[in-house]
C-alpha cells in the first residue's frame, strides 16, 4: 500500500506490516490526537458551567443569610448541600440523549445509519463533506465497453459481459484482442481468486473471453518490454 511503480512494472518484497510501516506510523499518530467536541457537547459543556456558577453563587447568598440571621453553620451547610444536589440537571443528558435519538430515527427513516449518537447533530451542522468516492460510489473494477478497429469504419461495438461475440471476431477484432493481452501485466491471485494489477490490463484480460479467446502469455517467451510513458504516450 502506498508503493507505486513509476515506470513499467514490478514486485515488491513486504518487509513490514501494520504499525512497522510508514503509513501504520502516520495511522498511530493520527489515533493519538484527542478528537474535538462537537457543537452541542462544546454548547452542553457551557451551559454546565454557567448553571454551576449561577447555583453556586445563589447558594453561597441562602447560605449567607442563613447565618447572619443566626442559624447554626452545619445546618446552613447540609442546606447549602442539598440545594447544590437539587440545583444539577440530572435529567439534562437523558433529555439531550433522547433528542439525538430522535434524529437517528428520522435519519434512518432515509436510510442512513449513524452509529454515534453525537454525529446526528455533527452531521447538522456540516455545510460540506469531502470523501473519497472509490470503495464508496464505485467499485474500484474497470471493464471494456466498447471496441473499435480499422474494419468497422470508425464505428464501434458495445461490449455486454453477459453476452458473447465470437461472431464479431474478424481480423482486427482478433489482433486488437492479442495485442491487448501480449502487452499485459496483469497476474491471477490464487489467493484472492481475482486479477491485480493496472485496471486496464485487467479489463482486457477479463474480456478475452468473451471473444472465445485465452489468456496465452504463458506459451510466449517476453523478451523486452518498453512500457508506457505518459510522455511518450504509447
Known sequence: ??????????????????HKTAFGGVFSMMTEIEKPKTPLQNAMDK?????SVFSFAVIGVIGLIGVLEGRAWLEMFQIS????????????PIIVAVTLALGVLRMAKQKAIVKRLPSVETL????????????????NHMTLNKIWTVDMNLSHV??????????????????????????????????????LGNPTDIAIIEALPLFGLDDVRNTRHRSNELPFNSSRKR
Open 1 to 18: 500500500m502506498g508503493t507505486l511503480v513509476r515506470d513499467g512494472h514490478g514486485s515488491g518484497i513486504v518487509i513490514g506490516t501494520g
Open 81 to 92: 448541600v442539598s440545594l447544590a444536589v437539587a440545583a444539577i440537571p440530572e435529567g439534562l
Open 124 to 139: 447538522g451542522s456540516v455545510n460540506v463533506i469531502c470523501s473519497d468516492k472509490t470503495g464508496t460510489l464505485t467499485q
Open 47 to 51: 451551559l454546565g458551567k454557567q448553571l
Open 158 to 195: 458495445d461490449i455486454d459481459h453477459k453476452k458473447q461475440y465470437g461472431a464479431i471476431l474478424t481480423k482486427d477484432v482478433r489482433n486488437l484482442m492479442e495485442t491487448g493481452n501480449m502487452c499485459n501485466n496483469a497476474k491471477f491471485s490464487m489467493d484472492k481468486e481475482k486479477y
